[in-house]
């Protein structure tokens, strides 16, 4: 039934092609305005489902901490030394660019770079000295600039020596030098950031460490609920523009060469990479498909058609994406293709049938009629079933691999209806042969199949043999099979991104990061010796078990070993976590009191 169906679905669509045209132009016009729509995503929150628990954590450390997405700049001195007075100058000028960038901008005025939230560099880390038992906390370098060597190496020596700036700040040959720009990309929350900054001391001597959620009680006692925004990809390239022409400024190329890393280049360079890569590849892709279509079918009609119909559900299943609002990752250009090369071969199925029934001295019509016969449940059968196993794919916990699986499927359904409908209506437009003679010769393609036909049936027994063969061995390439979710390891070697993650793993602090929460359903738990020792103890496994991934560790922990250490005259033996709770809480409260913009974070 299904076969006479397809039959006579030429007739239908040629009686009624006026409308069918109409309609699919209205369509394709309304949809072509939803590409513009389609947002590419490869953020770390794209992976997962809003129900999911690992998305659910995250966004709550968001809440309570803030963002996570940083830019770490490594800067290079070309002198060989951070410290010195040409390197120094050039760093508080850069500072000063990037963390001060408004006073340029006219009040109000939006800038790209108003995503940062905070920039730290050995110009304004806080370093911590004591004094008549009172913390101080100031600026590192602040607006000092050594003048002499030795003013030189006792900034160096003060920054090899304290526990916490090696490996983030400096390297540990001082030649290189780093930059911490935090943002808020996907973290977004400016009711709580700005009650931070305007009621900087949230906690008092006698409420430090109260049980952290996602509503924070401020001490003017307003309740502040974190509002995570979703960053649009587009922000990126804008955002890492306008911190190029920075960098780019010839007073800080002069003292130095720059590496930037970080969530924000990846998503920069993947948004980049992605748009480029589907024009680059479409540029070289179409022509060859074009050779290929004229060599099987030397007309033009037979190129034509097929590409218009890729080009078609191309557009279509972009539109979709586009007006649906579902972000797509890098996926998408896998979806792309696949459209491309389902379109092109069921197009060609068509015709290469059509061309068949040509040569068996068969009408126009006759021919349309026999091949939608013979081929239009194939390509039914064949599409559906393909459409099936990507939807299977729906069931995939990371949303990125769930969303290619349906509008993979679409494009392939996409591809089927117009291959079945606009195709008929465009041969008889215009056909690869006269309507009004048959062909005289065997198509190429047919010429080719009797050939591999014959091989197959005269040394089955061969074939099968190879075929197993060749399935056994590559059996144990299973065994080679591994699965790498580092978006670094992507980027092809020899690019000046994968160059810059190398740069940061070999000589600074490394370019991954793990963050634990700890959430101890308990107020002023961290007021408790033995709640920072089990901290400390954890910390110190990592950093003695695992010493070939783990660099450094950092936590309150260091904090309170730091001040109490400078507490006591910058005594090494007191770089320990107090056991008196009494003393604890008291070395909280000056640090509270010294940073307090540090202590939230």
Known sequence: NLNLKFETLPDKLRANRIWITVLFIVLTGILSFGMKNVVIDESLEAYFHKDDPVKQAYDQFRAIFGGDEYVYIVYRAKDNDIFSE??????????????????????????????????????????????????????????AVPQTRDQSDRFRQKALNHPDFPL?????????????????????TPELSNALSEDESLFDDDDFGDDLGQTVQTTAGNEI?????????????????????????????????????????????????????????MSLVLPLITVILWLLFRSLSAVLWPILIVSF???????????????????IQVVIFLALTVGIADSVHILSGYLFFRNQDFEHKAALRAVMKKSGLACLLTSVTTAIGLLSLVF????????????????????????????????????????????????????????????????????????????????????Q??????????????LPLRDAYGLVDTYM???????????????????DPQVLFAMQDLQTFMEENKTTKVVKTMSLVNVVKESYKVLN???????????????????????????????PR
């Open 86 to 143: 040409k390197s120094v100058a050039a760093l508080q000028k850069l500072h000063r660019a990037l963390a001060d960038y408004r006073l340029n901008l006219k009040p109000g005025e939006p800038s790209a770079l108003d995503h940062i939230d905070e920039v730290k560099s050995l110009i304004n880390v806080k370093y911590m000295e004591g004094r008549q038992n009172t913390l101080y906390s100031k600026n590192f370098i602040g607006d």
């Open 569 to 599: 005259d910058d005594d090494p033996a007191f770089y320990a976590v107090p056991k008196d709770p009494a003393v604890l809480k008291h070395v909280l409260f000056l640090f509270e009191n010294a940073n307090p913009k540090d202590r």
């Open 225 to 281: 609920t974190a509002d995570i925004r979703k960053t649009d990809i587009r922000e990126y390239p804008k955002f890492m523009n306008a911190l190029d022409r920075i960098l780019a400024d010839p007073a800080f190329e002069d003292a130095f060469e720059f590496n930037a890393v970080g969530n924000p280049v990846l998503m920069n360079f993947f948004t980049e990479a992605v748009i480029q890569d589907m024009g680059r590849l």
């Open 509 to 527: 602090g490394g370019t991954g990061n793990m963050e634990v929460m700890v959430d101890f359903k308990k107020v002023d738990a961290l007021k």
């Open 313 to 331: 559900t191309i557009v279509w299943i972009l539109g979709t994406i586009g007006w649906i609002g579902m972000s797509m990752s890098a996926m």
């Open 168 to 188: 983030i700040y400096l390297s540990e040959n001082s030649a290189y030098g780093g930059i911490m720009i935090r943002t808020d990309f996907n973290a977004e």
């Open 396 to 479: 995939v916990p990371l949303k990125p691999i769930s969303s290619f699986g349906i509008f993979a499927a679409i494009a392939v359904l996409f591809a089927f209806v117009f291959t079945v409908t606009l195709l008929p209506m465009m041969l008889d437009l215009w056909s690869p042969v006269s309507k009004k003679r048959s062909s005289q010769k065997d198509h190429l393609v047919l010429t080719v199949l009797k050939k591999v036909e014959s091989v197959g049936y005269g040394h089955y027994r061969l074939m099968i043999l190879i075929f197993a063969g060749f399935a056994l061995f590559l059996v144990f390439g299973l065994a």
């Open 481 to 494: 099979l591994k699965v790498d979710s580092n978006f670094v390891e992507i980027i092809k070697k020899g």
